[in-house]
């Protein structure tokens, strides 16, 4: 049962991940794209932890929770940038 | 598995090639990353491709080769260095030259120099 | 244990982390500090090759992690010989440096030691990725180095120079990885050993490994198309960069000679000297591009520039050549063409000075102050890197010559010799140019005594190399036997493989 | 051992001008001279050892890897050389004492002079091929100097280079004929040489070695073709043309030819072309002495014609035509240093060499005349001087050689031609100086010059009586070992002056006559001359030159465009070409491992992959949109590692992908958001041909290895990471101790990189857009409330993270690298969210010592071993149990890791916050729209002085 | 900015938060962690102390508790929401900006305020005006302006005010 | 029969997690303009996230010794993080002044013209 339901979930999210890259990639425009970097950090995440679940490892927990904290940072930055231009000012 | 990722090691490689070989220092620095993440794929793939075998030992029997680990490691740090330094040098560059291209050119002569 | 075999590398970086530590700071504190460490360096390397001149090949066990699996600096007589080379090059540099160039930008002697100490290290070390490592140390600190100063060649020419060399260092890395996906190992003298037991379905593998490392060697040796970043980069570098950068390039050279003498060597079977035809062939399309280019410059920086291609393709003739006696001549050469061309570079600087807004174009303009000095210090380099009798370059010319079979021969002599031709051609209308062509006057800018005294520091090493020729040729001699036989090397290497501390 | 001071005493003595200069000329001549006296002195003294038929040598060992001694030898061909060198080199410094201006660098000449003697004197007793060539390539070297010595007039700067290309150049055949020849004998020694005759000629590289030795003797000696360098040479001060171009150097050519006499003449192919060029050079250039109108340069072209003739004696090579030829080397530097002399007098008082504007001299300077008229008519082979005899000898020789069959005849009637042509102009010579009235007058009244400066040509000339009236007496005990040297056997000879009549003194005769009628017809012969214009050899040679130059040149902008895309195609084109051939050589591509099942996250993950990869590239143009793609790229790679069990990896390319992102965002700001469509599409097609077959073959080798297994040494790693290294991730173990030397290197690697970055922006200004590339102004809000509000909640979570990275990392995925990358990332929030003021002012420290502290720290670790005995960067680790809090482990290496972290942290600051502070206090609240429009806008521009420090 | 003196526990709630996260993140509650957590507790605000604003201190602890509870469950039910808008093909959505007038004063608590409503019904804070004064929504469907400015206020502005700034 | 409750928790939680990451993702993907699709991951992805992160805590707790709260940290950061990362966006969205669907109603500030201010000037790197 766990092991359908861990495929289900991966299947799903690997659906999210395309649909990201969908947008990523047709935009339209610059904050369209953001967002979907930003939606594909999180899903990311998701991928991650079903992956230690799969695996029954913890040793990927840090890996999820870098991407928690960098790729808030990440989104920041390009988002300052269309705002400001000068991302550190 | 393997022919999977090998050729997708080759596709971030010719992608970063076909960007440095372009005429603007900004795509060079842009393919030089690619590249780099195509340099560490493959080097990182040359002790095997392991699921699940951290070389953490916690008393398993299979782990992945730690050894290519630790030089994509270092090769990581110096590839991010040597980005950084580029894109910089590509800053000051633009900003003597005037002008972005690798070879310090106006943009009214085109590159048709070659 | 004794530890001045990794001296070359740590002292450098101690002295940096004491010079870097603060960004300004006591400027004579500085020179002298950087000064110091340098001739301190020259001393131990000097110790290292009387160390290394009995013929032991000794290494030193990083982290005392016993090979193959730890990194291990080696010493034999190569690698001492290059280091002394670097050493003797650097305390000129760093003489002529404290003239005033170093001031002319932030943190040039930190900066130096770090290149010394990249230097360094690719020419001790016994490990592949770790020979990686301080080529990346001493790139990015020649990067540093060469936009020192600014100005707009320098940062054009290092945009060039910089973006070869990354594309050369990711090529590195693929040939690394290949070297341990077919190998399982990092050192070379363990590689050597599994080259010579490799399953015939891996030999492709170690081919391709081994011929990118020569197209990155090729590009850091400026070999025939891959030399382009060198002209405008070491025409535009501050001089005692210019001066340092005498040995990027024969870092090129040692790394071939280490790694395909070493693993490629006769316990290699079928890939015994797959280098060869390689080096060989391009070296001479080196020799005959460079002669041109040395008749082209119009720029007596550019002009030694191109001198320094020419020993490139000299010396890189030698490698392929691939006897004993060729690298015998090609290791006296090398010392000799180093110190040489690097002298000439730091000389070009100061008739530039003085010349005024002439500069070193190779124009009319006004004859410098010092003419009878300069011309005279021109006179003794012109003849040494063109290979006229009776400095340095003469021998270093002829042992090249004497090696080689008579087909190699039927291609080797006329090219060098038609070079050494363009090259007396070219540096006697620079110097009828520079010393006669022109109007004399008194005004240009005086030179400091740390000019005069780093650039006679290095063109006098022509003259010595003369007196001192039959035992530096003994030292050559005896590094190109030790290097034909690799077997000593990875019995000195490996002798308790299995188990460490 | 006293030989070896007779080459060393001139060569010391270049520096006794260079020291005695400021003491005044008449102190420095004198001091000047002791030495070649002394040599000379020395040279004599040995005349006894020579009679008894020793041949004194002299060695000393210097490279004998290359067979190269310092050896030296006199025998009797050095001995005729050395009394001719510093003979006459000794009155040249006499006769150069007066003709020296006041204000000219009388020292800096001697010293070239002396430089130039002693090289010669080294040719002269070099005992090793190699040696003699030293030397050789030495007298080009003091010639180009002393050519050149009025270095402010052109024609001497013209003809300096010109005689250094062809002699220098004539010198690297030499060089390369030496080295055969010694390669034919097994040694460069050169009695070894003489003595291999018979080895040599048998060779089948004798051909090329002759060719390649006479190309050098031929350039060195001015015979045709390379004849003309020395007319041009005539640039120099006289002194030197009298000793150089007449009586010194351009003899080292003839020198050379009966030095190796007995070990490479005897040859049929020696004969002819020695002998050819010999006749015609000297036909050829006879012809050019009589219708030049420069004194020098009629002296000029007969030296070369008479070098021409002792060449062909060298040729024929009898041993009577040895003879000859080292009696005329002798008579022809005797009376040709004489003539220079007479005619820098001329020079010197009339103060011009122009004939036509010379004239009726014998008044106002008859004794000039006298000597003039004596050593003339030696030139011309009048009888009783001494070039009569030396003539006499070669039409003797040239009637007897059988060298060329049937043509035989063609010898001596050129032989005679030469002999009408040599009466001519020296008939010319004295007569139209001294006798016939001038077209113009002279710039300067003529009168004697001091005595002293007649001095040397007054006893050259007497010397040419004494020798034409008493050859014997004179002469023979110089000949007679000059001979056996060359012949390696003793020759019976007499010098005689009156041989009877015979044929040779008919030839003589016919060449008086004639000679004499065609210099009274000479002036016709001019004229018809004049309809063909000479072309003037100093213009062509540079004219080649400068072509070759501009050819050089426009091959060398041709190869090197300066284009880095070529450099780089290049480069990739060769990495392409050795893949290939690697991965050709592999018979399967797949190997014993096979493949591992595909299951579908990889697939969508490979997928995602590929497309972002190629996205970068294809969207490169839109410049954000590509660095989007290539963020995806990073997460998505990194997202592989942890797929593929390397937690380490993971951690740290999604760290350094933030800060990338950050890094490649703040620099994209001050460059163009947009790249111009430049490529052609050929181009691009060009380029993607090549992408995708680098691409390729990369992706074959990767899956090469991937299919295989491998043995590697990384089991040992495995087995000694806790033991022995005190850690349970492998990976940062081998990171921070099996390895850690490599991280030391990179951790500097990244400090300097910090470094170039700080020196790289260090006064740049650059244009900042004030609106974005669609032309929105940027908007008003730097700092958002939310951002700011929730970046001081991040730090301290970042900075715990970090803590929590570092701290388990050698157990752990983590370390200090990563945990170094968060604190730094979490710093780099705060500075995007409240600017580099309100930053900097909370942390008031710079980065740079950070980051080096962090590189010292690391290595300190290192040093710290040392302590105990052990290598650089020796671990140690221990566990240590404190109550309540239970065991925690110490080791080493956590210091080293603690490096780690300081350097990244240091220099990612560094980095990042110094090119933060680009634009900040500079920022201009609004652009002018002109500089916008110039699409360049500096607040100060860089100072043109190159004072502008990076 | 130094109002305050560096104490040695400027910000207790942080420091309390630090303490957590870091138990949480060790995943051992032991005595040797709970002072090693408790010195970096300390440690961390201590040394990132300049970097903060003023921050208000919590005046209802147990009031926060309920609050932090009622924005759990209303994140489930707002996305359960915007979860069958997005899937349901016959969706009828009222997208609607509104500009949300703050009675909050301080920016610790509006930033609180605006993640909140961004996690919440349907809502996205957009801009927060430089004035600090309003607060723009994008709402994803909502059928009147009013109602949904008066949840806000009442749901989630009034306890952050008496929580933190009363 | 406890574990296979555990088990069948677990596996809702998974799914529930995985759909609405889906969900999010899908509106992202296919809502009509940039402010609707901004809700999509700021709710449902969060939403999701809590989901897995639970499974993965219960799994871990179930499965290893000791109780594995670890993931809460995870959820915490997101919960921190996203509405800011929202936040920025629609700020950027909005200086971007990008298209809405008419329907929508409310104009703020930033789409009237009088708010934006100097005039834009054509900027060096447009074509
Ligand atoms: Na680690
Ligand atoms: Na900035």
């Given at each position: 049962?766990?092991?359908t339901?861990?495929t ?69 930055a ?12 | ?15 970063g ?62 590839g ?35 | ?22 960004r ?101 070390t ?10 990346e ?25 910089a ?38 379905e ?16 090729g ?75 040395v ?9 030694v ?17 691939r ?98 031709l ?33 650039t ?5 090493s ?36 299995g188990?460490?501390? | ?52 038929g ?19 030898r ?31 660098n ?6 070239y ?86 080895t040599?000629?048998?060779d ?24 003309f360098?020395?007319p041009?040479?005539?640039?120099a001060p ?105 005619s ?31 050593t ?58 001294f ?25 050259l000339?007497?010397l ?99 284009s ?103 620099a ?34 990767n ?102 990275i ?145 | ?34 002072l ?107 059928r ?23 | ?8 928790l677990?596996s ?116």
């Open positions: 049962m766990l092991d339901a861990l289900i979930s991966l299947a799903l999210v690997c659906l999210a991940l395309l649909l990201n890259l969908f947008r990523l990639t047709v935009g339209p425009d610059m904050p369209d794209r953001i967002l979907a970097l930003d939606t594909m950090y999180v899903n990311s995440i998701a991928l991650i932890i079903l992956m230690g679940v799969w695996l029954n490892s913890k040793t990927y927990f840090e890996a999820a929770l870098l991407i928690a904290l960098l790729g808030f940072i990440s989104t920041i390009v988002c300052k940038y269309l705002l400001r231009g000068d991302i550190i000012e | 598995m393997e022919m999977l990722y090998a050729i997708t090691t080759g596709v971030l490689a010719a992608s090639l076909y960007l440095m070989l372009r005429g603007r220092t900004f795509p060079v620095v842009v393919g030089l990353t690619l590249l780099s993440y195509a340099t560490n794929l493959f080097l990182f793939s040359m002790g095997g491709l392991t699921t699940g075998g951290s070389a953490i030992i916690d008393g398993k029997s299979d782990y992945s080769d730690p050894l290519p680990q630790a030089l994509v490691l270092t090769a990581i740090v110096i991010f260095a040597m980005t950084a330094f580029a894109v910089i040098l590509a800053m000051r560059a633009r900003g003597d030259m005037g002008n972005d291209h690798v070879d310090g050119r106006k943009a009214e002569d085109k590159e048709e120099r070659r | 244990m004794s530890h001045l075999i990794v001296m070359p590398i740590v002292l450098p970086l101690a002295a940096a982390v004491a010079l870097l530590l603060t300004f700071g006591n400027a004579t504190l500085k020179r002298g500090l950087g000064l110091a460490t340098t001739l301190a360096l020259l001393v131990i390397s000097v110790m290292l090759l009387r160390q290394a001149a009995s013929g032991e090949i000794q290494y030193y066990a990083l982290g005392n992690w016993q090979p193959p699996f730890g990194i291990i600096m080696v010493l034999d007589r190569l690698s001492a010989l290059m280091l002394f080379v670097t050493s003797m090059l650097a305390v000129g540099a760093v003489l002529f440096a404290c003239g005033g160039d170093d001031e002319k930008g932030s943190n040039f002697h930190g900066l130096f030691q770090l290149q010394l100490m990249g230097i360094n290290g690719a020419f001790l016994g490990d592949l990725f770790n020979l990686f490592v301080f080529f140390v001493l790139l990015l600190a020649s990067y540093a180095l060469l936009v020192h100063g600014g100005g707009k060649a320098r940062i054009q020419s290092a945009v060039h120079y973006v070869l060399n990354l594309a050369g260092s990711a090529l590195f890395l693929f040939a690394v990885g290949l070297l341990y996906g077919a190998t399982g190992t990092l050192n070379m003298a363990d590689m050597a050993q599994a080259v010579s037991q490799l399953p015939g891996r030999q492709g593998m170690v081919v391709a490994g081994a011929l990118l490392l020569l197209v990155v060697f590009l850091k040796a400026a070999v025939l198309p891959l030399y382009f970043w060198l002209p405008r980069a070491y025409a535009s570098a501050p001089p005692p960069v210019a001066a340092l950068f005498a040995v990027m390039t024969k870092i090129g050279v040692y790394a071939i000679l280490r790694v395909y003498w070493l693993v490629f060597g006769d316990q290699a079977g079928p890939l015994e000297a797959l280098e060869q035809s390689w080096v060989w062939w391009l070296s001479l399309g080196t020799l005959a591009i460079a002669g041109v280019g008749l082209a410059a119009r720029d007596l920086r550019l002009l520039a191109y001198l320094v291609l020419v020993s490139v393709g000299t010396l890189l003739a030698g490698v392929g050549m006897s004993p006696v060729a690298v015998s001549g090609l290791l006296f050469y090398l010392v000799h063409t180093t110190l040489v061309t690097g002298g000439l570079f730091l000389l070009a600087d100061m008739i530039g000075v003085q010349r005024g807004k002439a500069g070193t174009r190779l124009v009319r303009g006004r004859i410098p102050r010092n003419a009878t000095a300069l011309g005279l210090m021109f006179l003794i380099g012109s003849m040494a890197v063109a290979g006229l009798p009776p400095l340095s370059g003469a021998l270093g010319k002829v042992m090249l010559m004497n090696a080689g079979d008579s087909a190699q021969r039927l291609w080797f002599w006329p090219l060098l010799l038609a070079t050494g363009c090259a007396i051609v070219a540096l006697s209308r620079a110097g009828s140019t520079l010393f006669w062509r022109s109007q004399a006057s008194d005004d240009g800018d005086s030179l400091s005594p740390w000019q005069w005294a780093g006679g520091w290095l063109l006098a022509s003259p010595l190399l003369v007196i001192l020729a039959g035992p530096l040729a003994g030292y050559t001699e005896a590094t190109a036997e030790q290097l034909s036989d690799p077997q000593p090397m990875i019995q000195a290497v490996l002798i308790d493989q188990d460490a501390q | 051992m006293t030989l070896l001071w007779i080459p060393l005493l001139p060569l010391l003595g270049v520096l006794v001008p260079a020291l005695t200069g400021s003491r005044g000329r008449p102190l420095c001549t004198l001091a000047t001279a002791v030495l070649p006296a002394i040599a000379l002195a020395m040279t004599l003294a040995q005349l006894p050892a020579l009679g008894a020793d041949i004194p040598r002299v060695s000393l060992s210097w490279v004998p890897q290359l067979g190269l001694d310092l050896a030296f006199l025998d009797g061909l050095s001995l005729l050389f050395n009394v001719l060198i510093l003979g006459i080199g000794l009155l040249i410094i006499l006769y150069a004492h007066y003709y020296l201006d006041a204000s000219e009388y020292a800096r000449f001697y010293a002079l002396i430089l130039f003697m002693a090289s010669m004197v080294g040719i002269a007793m070099a005992d090793n091929l190699l040696v003699l060539w030293f030397f050789w390539e030495l007298t080009s070297l003091s010639s180009f100097l002393l050519i050149g010595f009025w270095s402010h007039r052109s024609e001497a700067r013209k003809g300096a280079r010109m005689a250094m290309t062809v002699t220098g150049a004539g010198g690297l055949a030499l060089l390369a004929g030496f080295l055969l020849l010694g390669d034919i004998v097994g040694s460069l020694d050169m009695q070894v040489v003489l003595e291999s005759g018979e040599i000629l048998a089948p590289r004798y051909p090329l070695m002759l060719v390649l030795v006479l190309l050098g003797a031929f350039a060195k000696s001015a015979q045709f073709p390379f004849h360098w020395l041009h040479a005539m640039a006289t002194p030197v043309s009298a000793y150089l171009h007449s009586a010194t150097m351009v003899k080292a050519g003839i020198f050379l030819m009966a030095r190796l006499h007995p070990a490479i003449a005897g040859s049929e192919l020696w004969s002819a072309i020695v002998t050819v060029i010999g006749i015609v050079t000297m036909v050829y250039a006879a012809w050019f002495a009589l219708i030049k109108a420069d004194l020098k340069g009629i002296l000029a072209f007969s030296t070369v014609s008479h070098l021409g003739l002792i060449t062909v004696l060298l040729g024929i090579g009898s041993p009577m035509a040895v003879l000859a030829a080292l009696f005329h080397i002798l008579n022809h530097a005797t009376f040709k240093a004489a003539l220079f002399m007479c820098g007098i001329i020079d010197h008082e009339a103060g011009t060499r122009d004939l036509a504007r010379l004239g009726k001299l014998a008044k106002a300077m008859p004794v000039t005349c006298v000597v003039m008229s004596i003339g008519a030696a030139m011309a082979g009048v009888p009783l001087f001494n070039g009569f005899i030396s003539k006499e000898m070669f039409f003797t020789e040239a009637l007897e050689t059988h060298a060329f069959g049937g043509l035989s005849l063609v010898l001596p009637v050129l032989a005679t031609i030469g002999g009408v042509l040599s009466v001519a102009y020296s008939a010319r010579l004295v007569h139209a100086v006798f016939s009235p001038p077209r113009h007058a002279p710039p300067k009244t003529p009168h004697e010059p001091p005595h002293l400066m007649r001095a040397p040509a007054e006893l000339a007497v040419c009586i004494l020798v034409g009236l008493f050859p014997a007496l004179m002469a023979t005990w110089l000949m007679a070992p000059a001979v056996e040297a060359v012949l390696l056997e003793p020759l019976e000879f007499h010098l005689a002056l009156w041989h009877g009549f015979n044929l040779p003194l008919a030839m003589s005769a016919v060449a008086l006559v004639a000679g004499v009628i065609t210099y009274i017809l000479h002036r016709k012969i001019r004229q018809f001359v004049r309809d063909f214009p000479p072309r003037d050899a100093s213009r062509i040679f540079e004219g080649v030159i400068q072509c070759i130059g501009d050819r050089a040149e426009r091959i060398t902008e041709c190869v090197d465009n300066a880095l895309q070529r450099f780089m195609t290049l480069l990739l084109t060769a990495s392409l070409v050795v893949g290939a051939i690697g991965l050709a050589q592999m018979d399967t591509l797949t190997g014993a491992k096979g493949n591992q099942p595909v299951d579908g996250v990889l697939l969508v993950g490979a997928l995602l992959l590929v497309f972002t990869g190629i996205g970068t590239a294809i969207t490169h143009r839109h410049r954000l949109i590509s660095l989007l793609m290539l963020s995806v790229v990073g997460l998505l790679v990194s997202l592989t590692f942890a797929r593929f069990s390397a937690p380490d990896l993971a951690l740290t390319q999604l760290s350094v992908e933030v800060v990338t992102m950050i890094l490649l965002m703040l994209l700001f001050f460059l163009p958001q947009k790249t111009p469509r430049e490529s052609t599409p050929a181009r691009a097609l060009r380029d993607l041909v090549l992408c995708t077959g680098l691409g390729g073959v990369i992706a074959g080798l899956y090469t290895v991937l299919t295989r297994d491998t043995e590697s040494i990384s089991d040992f790693f495995l087995d000694n990471s806790v033991p022995g290294g005190g850690g349970h991730n492998v990976v940062n173990v081998i990171l921070v101790d099996f390895r850690g030397f490599d991280t030391l290197g990179e951790i500097t690697v990244l400090a300097i990189a910090g470094l170039a970055i700080f020196k790289l922006l260090n006064r740049l200004r650059l244009f900042m857009p004030h609106s974005d590339s669609e032309g929105r102004i940027w908007a008003p809000d730097r700092y958002p409330m939310i951002l700011t509000t929730i970046s001081q909640t991040v730090l301290p979570l970042a900075l715990l993270v970090s803590v929590f570092f701290l388990r990392g050698h157990n752990q995925p983590g370390g200090g690298f990563i945990a170094g990358l968060i604190t730094a990332v979490g710093l780099i929030l705060v500075y995007m969210a409240r600017g580099v003021a309100w930053t900097q002012k909370r942390l008031d420290f710079p980065y740079q010592p950070v980051a080096i502290l962090g590189v010292g720290v690391a290595a300190l670790t290192g040093f710290g071993s040392w302590l105990f005995g052990a290598p650089f960067l020796t671990s140690s680790f221990g566990h240590f149990h404190i109550p309540l809090i239970g065991d925690i482990e110490l080791a080493t290496a956590m210091l080293f890791d603690l490096g780690v972290y300081l350097a990244v942290v240091g220099a990612t600051l560094m980095i990042l916050a110094n090119l933060g502070k680009v634009t900040t206090p500079h920022r201009p609240a609004k652009e002018d729209h002109d500089a916008t429009e110039r699409g360049l806008h500096r607040t100060d521009d860089p100072t043109p002085d190159g004072k502008e420090t990076v | 900015m130094n109002r305050r003196t560096r104490s040695l526990l400027p910000t207790p709630l942080l420091s309390l938060l630090l303490l957590v996260v870091w138990l949480l993140l060790v995943n051992t509650v032991s005595v040797g962690h709970l090693l957590g408790g010195f970096l507790a300390v440690l961390i605000p201590w040394l990132t102390y300049p970097f903060w604003d003023m921050q208000p201190g919590v005046k209802k602890p147990w009031k926060l508790l309920r609050f932090f509870f009622r924005v759990i469950g209303d994140i489930v039910v707002a996305n359960m929401q915007v979860a069958w808008i997005i899937i349901n093909p016959w969706r009828r959505t009222r997208p609607h900006f509104v500009e949300y007038p703050l009675m909050l004063e301080e920016r610790f608590t509006i930033t609180l305020l605006a993640s909140t409503i961004t996690l919440t019904p349907g809502t996205v804070s957009a801009n927060l005006r430089m004035d600090g004064k309003t607060l723009l929504i994008h709402a994803l469907d909502v009147d302006e009013q109602t949904l400015i008066r949840t806000i206020r009442e749901r989630y502005e009034q306890p952050l005010k008496e929580i933190f700034e009363c | 029969m406890f574990y296979v409750i555990l088990e069948g677990i809702v939680l998974l799914i529930a997690g995985g759909l609405f990451a889906f969900i999010g993702s899908l509106g992202m993907a296919h809502l009509r303009d940039f402010y609707m699709r901004l809700h999509g991951p700021t709710k449902a992805t969060t939403l999701g996230m809590g989901c897995i992160l639970s499974g993965s805590m219960v799994y871990f707790s179930a499965t290893q010794e000791g109780t594995h709260l670890q993931e809460m940290l995870i959820t915490l950061f997101l919960f921190i993080t996203a509405p800011v990362s929202a936040h920025m966006l629609a700020k950027t969205g909005l200086h971007q002044r990008l298209k809405y669907l008419d329907k929508t109603r409310g104009k703020p500030l930033e789409f009237r013209e009088e708010e934006v201010g100097d005039k834009p000037v054509p900027h060096p790197d447009r074509d």
